[in-house]
């Protein structure tokens, strides 16, 4: 006698993911698609939705035959630095300028870890912010300010 389980939350998360793939794909299509050698505007929104669909449907196929794992304690800390550093990037970036909020997003998402210790977060901010100014500034030639004018001194 075989008795089948079934995992809900990755059962919800396939749907979830399916779910976000057809919505941002069918808004792809509004958007001028082009080839594989000359994309338009439309083709990598609908290849990651086509991605989305794919990964979904893989996580609600394996969902049928897994029992589900009890939910355990939730991560407060990491939820409480994680969540808020791309939020403080994004209100920063502009006033403080590129180099500063990098460096302190990474600061701030370190600290999610009971591991890390504040002197290694703060290597590890310097190396991601020069690591991303090298790229997105001088590598790519982005337009932006390094230092912002919340920052006069600099």
Known sequence: MSTKSFDAIDAIAGVLFIGF???????????????????????????????????GAAIGVSAINKAGDDVGTY?????????????????????LGFVPAIFFTTIIAAMA????????????????TVFSTLVFSYGLGLPFRRFGPWLPFI
């Open 21 to 55: 793939g057809l919505f941002f794909g069918i808004q792809s299509f509004n958007l001028d698609i082009g080839t594989a050698f000359k994309m338009g505007p439309g083709y990598f929104p609908l290849v990651l939705s086509a991605i989305l669909i794919c990964l």
């Open 75 to 95: 991560a407060w800390r990491g939820m409480m630095f994680i969540l808020p550093a791309p939020v403080f990037f994004g209100l920063t970036v502009r006033g």
């Open 113 to 128: 870890s009971l591991k890390m210790k504040l002197p290694a977060a703060l290597w590890l901010a310097v190396a991601v």
